[in-house]
Antibody
Framework: QLQLQESGPGLVKPSETLSLTCTVS??????????WGWIRQPPGKGLEWIAS???????YYNPSLKSRFTISVDTSKNQFSLRLRSVTAADTAVYYC????????????WGQGALVTVSS | EIVMTQSPVTLSVSPGERATLSCRAS??????LAWYQQKPGQAPRLLMY???TRATGIPARFSGSGSGTEFTLTISSLQSEDFAVYYC?????????FGQGTKVEI
């Protein structure tokens, strides 16, 4: 059974850089048919797709979120990561990592989510 | 960007009743649409993809229909565990986009 687990700091100060990692177990991140991605959900609000990556390093980003995000993959560790620079209070959210099955279509496996609060 | 609009925002129903949720895309997404269920404090769960294919383990009381720009998720007889927020998501184009959600409540 595929499992994803987010890790990272729960609290980040404004203007700092947030780093999150998703560890994949029970399957390979180098699967030829899967993309991997990050989605966030501000408290009490809906889901927002941030970025996705293929094991070769091919990436897609949400243009609405500008260019503060960077997604990367480490196949040797079966992990992928998200960096967000210059955080503000508006970045406070639960951050989910997920697998996008079938070359980036539906999100079929999700991590439990990591709450990140931006506050001084 | 393809904008997904769900209606209603909140749907009040009783256990055993039928629930019909709608999702509209700002342009055609063909059948490249998924539905998710999210309960408080939990990650979303994939219910449906390809507009009408149930994901693994999803009960038959959930059904999906539609193509192009208009989609429907139907729960034929609501069980207590079905009260949750439901999201649609298109995967016809990047960026992947979600609807704002429909809350199904008692």
């Amino acid at each position: 059974q595929l499992q994803l687990q987010e890790s990272g700091p729960g609290l980040v100060k404004p203007s700092e850089t947030l780093s999150l990692t998703c560890t994949v177990s029970g399957g390979s991140i180098s699967s030829s048919s899967d993309y991997w991605g990050w989605i966030r959900q501000p408290p009490g609000k809906g889901l927002e797709w941030i970025a996705s990556i293929y094991y070769t390093g091919n990436t897609y980003y949400n243009p609405s979120l500008k260019s503060r995000f960077t997604i990367s993959v480490d196949t040797s560790k079966n992990q992928f990561s998200l960096r967000l620079r210059s955080v503000t209070a508006a970045d406070t959210a639960v951050y989910y990592c997920a697998r996008l099955a079938f070359y980036g279509d539906r999100f079929d496996y999700w991590g439990q989510g990591a709450l990140v609060t931006v506050s001084s | 960007e393809i904008v997904m609009t769900q209606s209603p925002v909140t749907l009040s129903v009783s256990p055993g009743e039928r629930a019909t949720l709608s999702c509209r895309a700002s342009q055609s997404v063909s059948s490249n649409l998924a539905w998710y269920q999210q309960k408080p404090g939990q990650a979303p769960r994939l219910l449906m993809y390809g507009a009408s294919t149930r994901a693994t383990g999803i009960p038959a009381r959930f059904s999906g229909s539609g193509s192009g720009t208009e989609f429907t998720l139907t729960i034929s007889s609501l069980q207590s565990e079905d009260f949750a927020v439901y999201y649609c998501q298109q995967y016809s184009d990047w960026p992947r986009t979600f609807g704002q959600g429909t809350k199904v409540e008692i």
